[in-house]
């Protein structure tokens, strides 16, 4: 039932702070309104005065939405910076190879159109050059 409850806020507010989802989870499982009204006046006063003190301390540990949302931004750029390296790398490699294909068919004098090369995938150009590399011996 807790999940369903948490299933349904997510819906409801997907963007809000997962303190925010328990705190809601909470309050609907333990039907906490009940029990403040039951309670004397002073009673409740000073509950919710408690209460926002400790609002203010989790929002000062926690800080707001925004700036949760920058730290993990900020924890991620590396991981994404390295990606971004990678798949350069990779495609750099790939054109290498490319190139080197088109130059072994230019060595060997035949007439091969460039935009089927372009078209080919890594296994096809290797494949073809240790075709040119055995037919050269």
């Not at 009673?43 to 005065?49: F, I, T, Y």
């Not at 408690?50 to 989790?58: H, N, S, V």
């Not at 230019?106 to 159109?113: A, C, F, K, M, N």
Request: aromatic content about 6%; charged content about 40%.
């Amino acid at each position: 039932q807790d999940f369903g409850i948490l299933a349904q806020q997510q819906v409801v507010s997907p963007a809000a702070n997962p303190l925010v989802h328990s705190a809601m989870v909470r309050a609907k499982q333990d039907k906490p309104a009940k029990w403040l009204a039951s309670q004397p006046e002073e009673h409740r006063e000073n509950l919710c005065s408690l209460a926002r003190k400790g609002a203010k301390k989790l929002r000062k540990q926690w800080g707001t939405k925004e700036e949760q949302l920058k730290r993990l931004y900020e924890a991620e750029e590396p991981r994404r910076k390295e990606k971004k390296r990678k798949r350069d790398e990779s495609l750099k490699r790939k054109q290498e190879r490319k190139l080197a294909f088109v130059e072994a068919l230019r060595e060997s004098r035949l007439v091969v159109d460039p935009s089927k090369v372009n078209k080919m995938k890594g296994k096809d150009i290797n494949y073809q050059l240790s075709l040119w590399v055995e037919l050269e011996k």
